[in-house]
Structure formats: C-alpha cells, structure tokens
C-alpha cells in the first residue's frame, strides 16, 4: 500500500485480456474501456487491452506496484460470478481464459522465464456465458464488469490517494456496443 504521495510515477497497470468481438471474451477489455473514462489521462495508471498474447502481456506488465489482468473464464460458475485466482496456482492448472489460445498462466510462466514478473500481481476472472462471435456482453457479465470497475476505482484511489470517484455509467449505459466508451 502506498503511505504517500505518488507524484507521476506508474503505480498501476491494469491488463484487460480478451477479444472483444467474441461476446463475454470482451469482458477483460470492457473493464479497461470503463476505466479509461477516469483513469485514461492519468501517469500513475497504464490500462491495456490485450487479446490472449502472452508476450504483450509480459511487456505490459512491468514497472507498477500493482499488476491487475482482467480476463473472461470458462469454469462451472455461474454467469457473471467474479473470481480472484491466485497466480501461483495457475501454473499446471487448467486454462481459464475464454476463447483466446494462450492465457495468463502461459504469461506467468514467461514473465518468471525472462524475470520480469510484476511486484504484485492480481487476477480477476469473469465467468463468462457466450463466446460466439458478436460484440454484446451477456447481462450477468455486465453486471460483473460493473463491479469489477467498482472495486478497480476503489483500490485505485486508495492507492493514488484521490477521492473517491463519480460512479462510472453502467455497463449498459455506454452506448453502442455495451463495452465501448461513447
């Protein structure tokens, strides 16, 4: 946790992993679309969107305090349930990410490869329900991207030390595709 002021060093990075032509595989960069309306201008914060490629990810992630991906998964949840994984057990497990070929857990194993791990790294899954082609999040995956960008501004500011932010407009709420600003 930060106990001072940050100036304009890059305190966060948050990686939205995806495709967003694949339904819910978007949900990675439709947090990241959200928060740019906040957070997009600010020094101390890198948001990416990245579609499955394991050395973009690696690349993406150095420097922060704090590494977030954001990534849709496959498991026995239910739609729209957000899980934090530990990024230790990802290595050998099997794959969570929606439709894209390779995942975060490949991009850990290269990062520790290269040592160009981050100094603190999260995980969100987002359970998704549809990944044919199309550009619309399911509502329960909307529903969760809503939280998600919820509990990003929170730690976000907590880590910056900036009020607390103006809600976000919800996921519906942005017009065109669910996950596009503007």
């Not at 498991?75 to 899980?83: D, F, K, Q, Y």
């Not at 530990?86 to 990062?111: F, K, M, T, W, Y």
């Not at 160009?116 to 549809?130: K, N, S």
Request: hydrophobic residues 45%; proline residues 7%.
């Amino acid at each position: 946790v930060v106990t001072g002021p940050v100036g304009d060093r890059l305190v966060a990075t948050v990686i939205g992993v995806g495709n967003r032509w694949r339904n819910d595989d978007g949900a990675g960069p439709a947090v990241v679309s959200r928060l740019a309306a906040r957070w997009g201008d600010d020094p101390r914060v890198r948001l990416m969107e990245v579609r499955g490629d394991v050395t973009e990810v690696v690349l993406a992630w150095g420097g922060a305090d704090i590494t977030w991906i954001i990534d849709a998964i496959a498991t026995a949840n239910a739609p729209g349930a957000v899980l934090e994984v530990d990024p230790h057990h990802l290595i050998g497990a099997p794959r969570l990410g929606g439709s894209h070929r390779a995942g975060v857990a490949e991009a850990i194993e290269l990062g520790r490869a290269l040592g160009r791990m981050p100094r603190e790294l999260r995980l969100l899954g987002i359970q998704g329900d549809d990944y044919a082609d199309g550009d619309r999040l399911s509502p329960a995956v909307c529903d969760a991207v809503d939280r998600v960008v919820a509990r990003l501004d929170a730690d976000l500011s907590r880590r910056i030390r900036t009020p607390p932010p103006a809600p976000s407009p919800a996921c519906a709420d942005v017009g065109g595709a669910q996950f596009r600003l503007g």
